[in-house]
T-cell receptor, first 112, second 112 residues
Framework: DVKVTQSSRYLVKRTGEKVFLECVQDMDHENMFWYRQDPGLGLRLIYFSYDVKMKEKGDIPEGYSVSREKKERFSLILESASTNQTSMYLC???????????FGPGTRLTVL | DQQVKQNSPSLSVQEGRISILNCDYTNSMFDYFLWYKKYPAEGPTFLISISSIKDKNEDGRFTVFLNKSAKHLSLHIVPSQPGDSAVYFCAASFQGAQKLVFGQGTRLTINP
């Protein structure tokens, strides 16, 4: 079974803090994705990566950055957290050439 | 610009009856469509997909219909069961593009 794990299920941070969200997949997938889910807006793509050290902006990259130093790990970084970044963050992975993505359990981030 | 739209935020269906979830898209270049199911505090899980060369795909109780001329797809669940209560997201992609564009989601509630 494909397993995508995220470092925290729940996280509370203060405005201005630097926040790291970690995602690890164990199926040797080339592609990894970060989404945020907000009520009424569905899943919106923040960043994705097709390979190690490669990254592409998604639809809402402002205020975020990413890092992919190893194939299995994709990190989302909030350089200076703001209250409007309170959300559910979902990581996903997929093999090269496949549309189906496999999701982690999500991190509920609250920024106070 | 919402390229994939699920216009019904919620749907309530009696157990044993048919549930029909709808999804519309605007980009005629989309050629692969997926449905995901999401329980609270869990990541989305893949349910069923359809390529644009087909107009129907069936998997057990789940059937997806695609009407390309109307840019519309629907997910039918027959018979509906209490465990089907979840949020359902439709997603669209271009073959091989690997990025997915998600709709806003529809919360399905199955009443006993």
């Amino acid at each position: 079974d494909v397993k995508v794990t995220q470092s925290s299920r729940y996280l509370v941070k203060r405005t201005g803090e630097k926040v790291f969200l970690e995602c690890v997949q164990d199926m040797d997938h080339e592609n990894m994705f970060w989404y945020r889910q907000d009520p009424g807006l569905g899943l919106r793509l923040i960043y994705f990566s097709y390979d190690v050290k490669m990254k592409e902006k998604g639809d809402i990259p402002e205020g975020y950055s990413v890092s992919r130093e190893k194939k299995e790990r994709f990190s989302l970084i909030l350089e200076s957290a703001s209250t409007n970044q309170t959300s559910m963050y979902l990581c996903a992975s997929s093999p090269q050439g496949y549309n189906e993505q496999f999701f982690g359990p999500g991190t509920r981030l609250t920024v106070l | 610009d919402q390229q994939v739209k699920q216009n019904s935020p919620s749907l309530s269906v009696q157990e044993g009856r048919i549930s029909i979830l709808n999804c519309d898209y605007t980009n005629s270049m989309f050629d692969y469509f997926l449905w995901y199911k999401k329980y609270p505090a869990e990541g989305p899980t893949f349910l069923i997909s359809i390529s644009s060369i087909k107009d129907k795909n069936e998997d057990g109780r789940f059937t997806v219909f695609l009407n390309k001329s109307a840019k519309h797809l629907s997910l039918h669940i027959v018979p509906s069961q209490p465990g089907d209560s979840a949020v359902y997201f439709c997603a669209a992609s271009f073959q091989g593009a690997q990025k997915l564009v998600f709709g806003q989601g529809t919360r399905l509630t199955i009443n006993p």
